[in-house]
């Protein structure tokens, strides 16, 4: 053994270096561990080689609530160099035929947005949100930062409040169920449940028909981080630097050591093997902990089968266009609609429920489907990504993993998929013609191949279906991020609250890991 510290850390994602700066500030050895060259996971952010200057952020961009989160405030991340910019105007989505619908931070605004479709579907979404807004404040937002608790238990406890039971009555539907019951314009039904896509949500789920109303109640302000989403990451590993813990990155791990039913450290695979004193944390998928870095072998029956039963957001998969720019994108709608050119996330293409069915039926053959776009110009809010003057701008679409039933097809498919959502994107705002002046783009057989904590190209590291929620995500027995073996916890998207941009899987894992550990919070 080369090397031993008090708690190791495999997968220095977002989630992974959280726990790790709350165990350092605990009094812990710590080392974080990570295959990539930059720690961060899907906090990337990288320069074009062939176009110096340009920055790209291959994955997370839109943030919401973050200088709220409890870690942003306990890590003290403003000092480490973090400075998020907020956007008062969220979404707007642009239907094939040029009409509007707008997502604000001012709910007033977004329910005059709804009302110039449709008055009464413009109060019923007001019904909802004012209906979920204590909801969300005393009981959804306390249970995304704890622990979780039995599915039993949790329903027992909700029966006894009438918040609680409107959230269990609402929560048996599915995002679909709810939106076709409740709304009627095909404008917005489609642009509530794409916004409900957004967040990597299934429309199909049992167990989410709340999932909308909430999304409308937060307070929390969409934002987005200067410099590009790596900025986080850095500042995460100051904390973690800062309070003595160490992150190292080119160090992808081998095996997860186990002694009598004990994680007690890890192989690399360059030989060299390191021990934990009392914890090792895994922020990878559970394939990838258990079945690739533990071995089958090493599993009982049942665990295995849990492990192989762990499934991934068939519609998580996105294929990203990427674009250097003269000028930002003018769209057509701009001259009725000028906000449009200020907000931070532009969908285009959505124009009823259909074409949304139509996206997951063709998912579930492995087709890419109507296409749907979404995405924004970082530089118009931060002009650092890009030379003085000029800028940068992506858009992504929902396309399946294993295209045609083989990811491998993207290879052949990748040039011409960018050409056509080009083309699209130029339909909507044509000014795209003559201000590109580079392309790029990353398929979901790239992001795959890239991150492979996001296996089949699933950037929330688990679906929310398969009941694979609260206590039982990632499966039974492993909820409260402890798992089988001894001194071994899970502390990454895999596990609740799950996946996007939120810390909070690593937050509430590294509380756990200090209970055990009874060390002073």
Same mark, same amino acid.
């Given at each position: 053994?080369?090397?031993?510290?008090?708690?190791?850390?495999?997968?220095?994602?977002?989630?992974?270096?959280?726990?790790?700066?709350?165990?350092?500030r605990?009094g812990?050895?710590?080392?974080?561990?990570?295959?990539?060259?930059v720690?961060?996971?899907?906090?990337?952010?990288v320069e074009?080689p062939?176009?110096?200057?340009?920055?790209?952020?291959?994955?997370?961009?839109?943030h919401?609530g973050?200088?709220?989160?409890?870690?942003?405030?306990?890590?003290?991340?403003?000092?480490?160099?973090?400075?998020?910019?907020?956007?008062?105007?969220?979404?707007s989505?642009?239907?094939?035929?040029?009409?509007?619908?707008q997502?604000?931070?001012?709910?007033?605004?977004?329910?005059?947005?709804?009302?110039?479709?449709?008055?009464?579907? +413009?109060n019923?979404?007001?019904?909802?949100?004012?209906?979920?807004?204590?909801?969300? &404040?005393n *009981? !959804?937002?306390?249970?995304? $930062?704890?622990?979780?608790?039995?599915?039993?238990?949790?329903?027992?406890?909700?029966?006894?409040?009438?918040?609680?039971r409107?959230?269990?009555?609402?929560?048996?539907?599915?995002?679909?169920?709810?939106?076709?019951?409740?709304f009627?314009?095909?404008?917005?039904?489609?642009?509530?449940?794409?916004i409900n896509?957004?967040?990597?949500?299934?429309?199909r789920?049992?167990?989410?028909g709340?999932h909308?109303?909430?999304?409308?109640?937060?307070p929390a302000?969409?934002?987005?981080?200067?410099g590009g989403?790596?900025?986080?990451?850095?500042?995460?590993?100051? +904390?973690?630097?800062?309070?003595?813990?160490?992150?190292?990155?080119?160090a992808?791990? &081998?095996? *997860? !050591?186990?002694?009598?039913? $004990?994680a007690?450290?890890?192989?690399l695979?360059?030989?060299?093997?390191?021990?934990?004193?009392k914890?090792?944390a895994?922020?990878?998928?559970?394939?990838?902990?258990?079945?690739?870095l533990i071995?089958?072998?090493?599993?009982?029956?049942?665990l295995?089968?849990?492990?192989?039963?762990?499934?991934?957001?068939?519609?998580?998969?996105?294929?990203?266009?990427?674009?250097?720019?003269?000028e930002?994108?003018?769209?057509?709608?701009?001259?009725?609609?000028p906000?449009?050119?200020r907000?931070?996330t532009?969908?285009?293409?959505?124009?009823?429920?259909t074409t949304?069915?139509?996206i997951?039926?063709?998912?579930?053959?492995?087709?890419?489907?109507?296409?749907?776009?979404?995405?924004?110009t970082?530089?118009?809010?931060?002009?650092?990504q890009?030379?003085?003057?000029?800028?940068?701008?992506?858009?992504?679409?929902?396309?399946?993993y294993?295209?045609h039933g083989?990811?491998?097809?993207?290879v052949?498919?990748?040039?011409?998929?960018?050409?056509?959502?080009?083309?699209?994107?130029?339909s909507?705002?044509?000014?795209?013609?003559?201000?590109?002046?580079?392309?790029f783009?990353?398929?979901?057989?790239?992001v795959?191949?890239?991150?492979?904590?996001?296996?089949?190209?699933?950037?929330?590291?688990?679906?929310?279906?398969?009941?694979?929620?609260?206590?039982?995500?990632?499966?039974?027995?492993?909820?409260d991020?402890?798992?089988?073996f001894?001194?071994l916890?899970?502390?990454?998207?895999?596990?609740?609250?799950?996946?996007n941009?939120?810390?909070?899987?690593?937050f509430?894992?590294?509380?756990?890991?200090?209970?055990?550990q009874?060390?002073?919070?």
């Amino acid at each position: 053994m080369n090397h031993q510290f008090d708690a190791i850390i495999v997968g220095a994602g977002h989630n992974g270096l959280i726990t790790q700066a709350y165990l350092s500030r605990s009094g812990l050895r710590t080392l974080s561990l990570d295959a990539a060259p930059v720690a961060g996971g899907g906090l990337s952010t990288v320069e074009d080689p062939s176009q110096p200057g340009f920055f790209h952020n291959l994955h997370a961009f839109f943030h919401r609530g973050i200088t709220e989160m409890p870690w942003f405030k306990d890590l003290n991340l403003a000092s480490h160099g973090v400075d998020y910019i907020g956007a008062d105007l969220y979404a707007s989505i642009i239907s094939s035929t040029g009409t509007v619908l707008q997502w604000w931070t001012d709910f007033e605004k977004t329910f005059e947005s709804f009302s110039a479709l449709d008055r009464d579907d +413009a109060n019923t979404l007001r019904k909802w949100r004012d209906a979920f807004i204590p909801i969300l &404040k005393n *009981i !959804l937002t306390d249970e995304a $930062r704890s622990t979780p608790i039995p599915a039993e238990k949790r329903r027992e406890l909700l029966e006894k409040t009438a918040d609680g039971r409107l959230l269990l009555e609402v929560s048996q539907n599915s995002p679909l169920e709810f939106v076709t019951s409740e709304f009627r314009h095909p404008g917005i039904q489609a642009a509530l449940l794409f916004i409900n896509g957004m967040r990597e949500v299934d429309l199909r789920a049992k167990g989410f028909g709340h999932h909308i109303a909430s999304l409308f109640a937060s307070p929390a302000r969409v934002q987005t981080c200067r410099g590009g989403a790596a900025t986080l990451a850095r500042a995460l590993v100051r +904390a973690v630097e800062s309070a003595g813990g160490v992150v190292r990155t080119n160090a992808p791990v &081998k095996r *997860i !050591l186990i002694e009598d039913n $004990r994680a007690v450290g890890v192989e690399l695979h360059n030989g060299e093997k390191i021990l934990a004193n009392k914890i090792v944390a895994s922020a990878l998928n559970p394939h990838l902990t258990f079945l690739e870095l533990i071995g089958e072998d090493r599993l009982n029956g049942d665990l295995t089968a849990k492990v192989k039963n762990f499934k991934y957001n068939v519609l998580g998969p996105i294929f990203s266009l990427h674009l250097n720019l003269k000028e930002p994108p003018i769209y057509r709608v701009a001259d009725t609609h000028p906000d449009v050119q200020r907000s931070l996330t532009v969908i285009m293409g959505i124009d009823s429920v259909t074409t949304f069915l139509d996206i997951v039926r063709a998912h579930d053959k492995g087709e890419p489907g109507p296409r749907v776009l979404w995405g924004g110009t970082p530089t118009a809010f931060d002009p650092s990504q890009a030379p003085p003057g000029q800028h940068t701008a992506f858009m992504w679409q929902k396309s399946p993993y294993a295209l045609h039933g083989d990811p491998n097809n993207w290879v052949r498919e990748k040039e011409s998929h960018a050409q056509q959502m080009l083309e699209m994107w130029t339909s909507y705002a044509p000014n795209l013609r003559a201000a590109t002046i580079g392309t790029f783009s990353q398929s979901p057989r790239d992001v795959a191949l890239n991150q492979p904590n996001m296996r089949e190209a699933d950037v929330l590291m688990g679906a929310f279906t398969n009941g694979q929620v609260g206590f039982a995500r990632p499966f039974e027995g492993a909820g409260d991020y402890r798992t089988a073996f001894s001194g071994l916890y899970l502390c990454g998207s895999a596990s609740h609250p799950g996946g996007n941009i939120t810390g909070l899987p690593g937050f509430n894992a590294a509380r756990e890991m200090i209970r055990d550990q009874s060390l002073q919070k």
